[in-house]
């Protein structure tokens, strides 16, 4: 499964959510590294919902940028 995932500059580093999986969040010290943390806490989420009997949910978001006048 496919999930998008924002990342986000921080003053110590990056951290990443996905807003499909609700509470499924990582952080890195580099981009690279909350990319594999993001993608370990995916995959420990999805297993525990299967776990837990719960309904895995399907990706239902998608990335667009809009411009505007700043």
Do not use: W
């Not at 995916?42 to 895995?56: A, P, Y």
């Amino acid at each position: 499964m496919k999930y998008l995932v924002i990342i986000e500059e921080t003053k110590t580093g990056f951290s990443a959510f996905s807003p499909d999986l609700s509470g499924c969040v990582a952080t890195g010290s580099t981009k690279e590294e909350v990319e594999k943390n993001m993608r370990d806490a995916i995959s420990f989420h999805v297993d525990g919902m299967h776990q837990e009997g719960l309904e895995v949910p399907q990706s239902h978001s998608f990335p667009t940028y809009l411009e505007v006048s700043a």
